[in-house]
């Protein structure tokens, strides 16, 4: 870690890698209490680009986005299944049963045993698909349901910000295009868009805990309901109270990554503090924007500050430790003051 002059008229005293000014002027003073650091160099390693999903498997009226190895498998075995190739999904249901095996590591009695019921019920279908018994659609789906579930609970806790900040943006988008489609009434597509939505909302509950994913649970069941009552009481649905449930979904997940930047940034993982911290700042963006209107102009400040104090983590840039707490407490502040308002 290499010091840092904040002044050039300051005579600076290296204490244990981090830099502090000596006595004199105020700012010197103040820069005293406020030790500069710089982040781990990542000068080397690009930021991570958003992008959408490879593809969707739609079970059971539910989406799931094609997005890690586990979802893959789940879609290569469907893709064989419908094709009538009934050995070519048998093996990518022992495989997926395997990649399910990996995640068992360490996790919850609970968490494990919903991974076991999981890998039963794939071999058990991959040894009928083998033996050339009759298998249905429906059970074909509920075993990729289950074991989509399984891969949720436990694969996507302690998954690192390369397997989930390329997808921050894509709730939102989702939401975007349904409100496109139902003023186009076009309830069906509406509905499809807002299931997209919903399944990142759960991908990020997977990754939470306590009241937060108790917020982004509420927030999926909530926009499971509107996808409904697209198709079936969709009169009874008014463009502001989409707007709200929609601003409630980036909201929670604003909330989400807020709570995890806190832990990282104590943990000193850096760089993890810094996406995080960028991804609570644009749902918080995202939230305000659904709300219109002043909540917009009042989290502007803040939004910005995170983005920068986040990129300057990313990207190993210089920081001030009462920087990035600032920056941190400010977004927690702003995320609940947004949830008071709506």
Do not use: C
């Not at 870690?1 to 904040?6: P, R």
């Not at 999904?89 to 068992?104: G, H, P, V």
């Not at 807002?194 to 909530?222: C, M, P, T, Y």
């Not at 709300?291 to 983590?313: H, N, Q, T, W, Y």
């Amino acid at each position: 870690m290499k010091a840092i002059i904040l002044s050039t008229s300051a005579t600076v005293l290296i204490l244990a890698g981090t830099a502090y000014a000596q006595p004199g002027s105020v700012a010197d003073n103040r820069a005293a209490k406020t030790p500069v650091v710089t982040a781990s160099p990542n000068a080397s390693k690009p930021e991570i680009s958003p992008k959408p999903p490879e593809d969707w498997i739609v079970v059971q009226e539910d989406y799931i986005p094609v997005i890690d190895d586990v979802s893959r498998k789940l879609q290569s075995a469907r893709k064989a299944f419908l094709m009538k190739d009934a050995a070519g999904a048998a093996t990518d249901m022992r495989a997926t049963a395997e990649l399910l095996s990996q995640e068992t590591s360490g996790v919850a009695r609970g968490l494990k045993e919903n991974i076991d019921v999981a890998m039963t019920q794939l071999s058990a279908l991959a040894t009928d698909l083998d033996s050339k018994k009759t298998v249905g659609v429906k059970r074909f789906d509920a075993v990729i349901a289950t074991a989509h579930r399984a891969d949720l609970a436990s694969g996507w806790m302690v998954v690192d910000e390369s397997s989930w900040y390329p997808y921050i943006e894509e709730p939102n988008r989702h939401f975007q295009n349904a409100q496109k489609a139902f003023l186009a009434k076009d309830y069906a597509k509406a509905a499809q868009e807002i299931r997209k939505g919903e399944a990142f909302v759960k991908l990020e509950a997977s990754r939470a805990s306590g009241d937060v994913q108790h917020s982004l649970n509420s927030s999926a069941e909530e926009l499971e309901k509107l996808a409904v009552d697209m198709t079936s009481n969709r009169r009874e649905r008014s463009i502001v109270e989409e707007d709200q449930s929609w601003g409630r979904a980036d909201r929670a997940l604003a909330q989400s990554h807020q709570v995890q930047a806190k832990a990282s940034w104590q943990k000193k993982e850096t760089t993890k503090a810094g996406y995080e911290m960028k991804a609570a700042a644009l749902n918080l963006e995202e939230s305000a924007e659904w709300a219109g209107g002043e909540e917009i102009k009042g989290v502007s400040v803040v939004v910005k500050d995170a983005m920068l104090v986040g990129g300057k983590l990313i990207a190993g840039g210089e920081y001030a430790v009462g920087e990035v707490d600032k920056g941190v407490d400010d977004l927690g502040h702003a995320i609940s003051g947004l949830g008071r308002k709506n």
